[in-house]
């Protein structure tokens, strides 16, 4: 079995906001919120697993059935040597491709980029045990912090963003990093992207309040971080977890409300974050998507559709999209 490298770090190509930085700038004032970047500590990432577990989560499960389907037809489409993930997370959607490209007799690398150093080491490892042959590059980073100095790996490169992660931006915002994804790619290179799509209110409400409360433990685990990296002295039991359908903007927007009047400390920034009760933090939202939007956030970004995998009924979709030239 080959050995997994160190991550390499990828340097930003702008200037991102420090967790104390965005702190003092989502906090203190409303409407208060805070990135969802911040959830994936290790613990974080392991209650996201445990998530993905859950019946009343179907992202996760109607996604690898659309890659579990599918797989062959990607890879022969886009024959890549390398595949680079775009927040990678535990590698269990890549190995299905990965899989089908050995059941081609095509060698790939693996190049999984992530902002946790020990989740890419963990699943690198992991990956290697189920294919002894393969090469692993792990890239530690931030990539909203730009693609710039990305090190894009030589070779036909299949690109893949999965998990429903492009929802999590703004409009603006995915727009803007799928130019930047666009802009990385050759003419001859594919970008994966998987999309939650516009459904049942009453689906996408349980599927963000599973009745095990691990989404909520999930949502609360932010607090813990900044508890841990600031000093604050964040009381868990003093708030709740709310996860909302916002019809109006087609989005999922999950909350923190606190449940008392409040005082927390960050004596490592000097304030005190006050807090009524019935206030709530913004911690992440979930956009989801019609055939139309999806088709104009990818045209806007300079891609084109090649292929586009949707479940039956369309609860999520795959969309395999090159440059908009070729």
Not at 92 to 110: E, N, T
Not at 218 to 233: I, K, P, T, Y
Request: aromatic fraction near 8%.
């Amino acid at each position: 079995m080959r050995q997994t490298p160190a991550p390499i770090k990828v340097q930003p190509s702008r200037t991102v906001r420090s967790l104390a930085e965005d702190v003092l700038d989502g906090l203190f004032e409303p409407p208060r919120h805070l990135p969802p970047k911040y959830f994936y500590d290790a613990h974080g990432s392991r209650l996201f697993d445990a998530i993905c577990q859950t019946p009343e989560y179907y992202p996760t499960r109607t996604e690898m059935a659309l890659l579990s389907r599918h797989a062959a037809e990607i890879v022969q489409l886009a024959g890549p040597t390398v595949i680079v993930e775009l927040g990678s997370g535990s590698g269990a959607k890549a190995s299905l491709l990965i899989g089908a490209c050995a059941a081609q007799d095509r060698q790939v690398c693996y190049a999984p980029f992530d902002v946790c150093a020990d989740v890419l080491t963990e699943s690198g490892l992991a990956l290697q045990r189920e294919f002894p042959w393969l090469n692993v590059a792990p890239l530690v980073g931030d990539f909203t912090a730009g693609l710039e100095h990305f090190p894009l790996p030589a070779g036909r490169r299949l690109l893949m963003c999965l998990g429903g992660t492009i929802g999590n931006f703004t409009e603006g915002d995915a727009r803007d990093f799928l130019s930047e994804v666009c802009a990385l790619m050759h003419e001859d290179d594919y970008l994966l992207l998987g999309a939650d799509r516009v459904k049942s209110p009453a689906l996408l409400h349980a599927a963000y309040n599973d009745r095990r409360g691990v989404t909520a433990q999930f949502n609360l685990n932010v607090l813990s971080v900044l508890n841990a990296e600031l000093g604050a002295d964040f009381d868990l039991a003093n708030f709740e977890h709310r996860a909302c359908y916002n019809e109006a903007a087609q989005r999922i927007e999950m909350y923190l409300d606190s449940v008392v009047d409040q005082l927390v400390g960050f004596p490592e920034l000097g304030r005190t974050l006050e807090l009524q009760a019935g206030e709530s933090i913004l911690t992440e939202i979930s956009r989801k998507f019609s055939d139309e939007s999806l088709q104009a956030l990818l045209h806007g970004a300079g891609l084109r559709v090649a292929r586009h995998f949707e479940s039956s009924p369309p609860l999520f979709s795959l969309v395999l999209a090159t440059r908009a030239g070729n």
